[in-house]
């Protein structure tokens, strides 16, 4: 069966430190990957999309960058991190366009 | 612009009964997929059941139904025999274009003892 990992479940970094959080995912092949972003009380918003090695798609402009090294990994990374990309990152998996089945999460407190 | 709607910010509901938590949605596709997801509090979002638009009959997955009104662009989880743990934030969320989900704002959901 496929799983997806993701960590740190918990991260608190000061203003203009490095980011780095990486997600993988088990059992499949050739998957989608997906990087979410949720604000406290809020809906998902999508940050980056993967469908292949090599290949990111941006949604939102901002100091985040992301990576697919390999085919069952994808990392979120900054460089500078700043006080608004504090909230919760999810990181999910699909085949094709099916269902996508989401990590545990990583929640990021920027001070 | 595609756009998902929960119009509950909350919910409440007695152990046992049957709820209805409502999503609305715009969209111009031919065809498209409505999806819901489940998040405890521990964050995680955990997929519950999947409508794809040209679906004969309205998807049940155990003790979830989605009852889909094509021509109202509504698709309403229910949920019956309410349990304690069914209290969580409920996410109403459509397949955008790269294959992404568009999510509403969500329904938080308490059931009482």
């Known amino acids: 069966s496929q799983t997806i990992h993701q960590w740190p479940a918990t991260l608190v970094q000061p203003v203009g430190s490095p980011l780095s959080l990486e997600c993988t995912v088990e059992?499949?092949?050739?998957?989608?990957l997906y990087w979410y972003r949720q604000a406290a009380g809020r809906g998902l918003q999508l940050l980056f999309y993967?469908?292949?090695?090599?290949?990111i798609s941006s949604e939102v402009p901002q100091n985040l960058s992301a990576s697919r090294p390999q085919d069952r990994q994808f990392i979120l990374s900054s460089k500078k991190l700043l006080l608004s990309d504090s909230g919760f990152y999810l990181c999910?998996?699909?085949?094709?366009?099916?269902?996508?089945?989401f990590g545990a999460g990583t929640r990021l407190s920027v001070l | 612009a595609q756009k998902i709607t929960q119009t509950q910010p909350g919910m409440f509901v007695q152990e046992k009964e049957a709820v209805t938590l409502d999503c609305t949605y715009d969209?111009?596709?031919?065809?498209?997929?409505l999806f819901w997801y489940k998040q405890p509090s521990s964050g995680e979002m955990i997929f519950l059941i999947y409508?794809?638009?040209?679906?004969?009959q309205n998807a049940t997955e155990g003790r979830y139904s989605l009852n889909f009104q094509k021509a109202r662009k509504s698709a309403n989880l229910v949920i019956s025999a309410s349990q304690l743990g069914d209290s969580a934030m409920y996410f109403c969320?459509?397949?955008?274009?790269?294959?992404?989900?568009?999510f509403g704002k969500g329904t938080k959901l308490s059931v009482k003892p």
């Open positions: 059992g499949t092949s050739n998957p989608n």
């Open positions: 409508q794809g638009s040209y679906d004969q």
């Open positions: 999910a998996w699909s085949l094709f366009m099916n269902i996508q089945y």
């Open positions: 969209t111009s596709d031919p065809s498209y997929g």
């Open positions: 969320a459509k397949r955008g274009s790269q294959g992404n989900l568009i």
């Open positions: 993967s469908v292949g090695i090599g290949q």
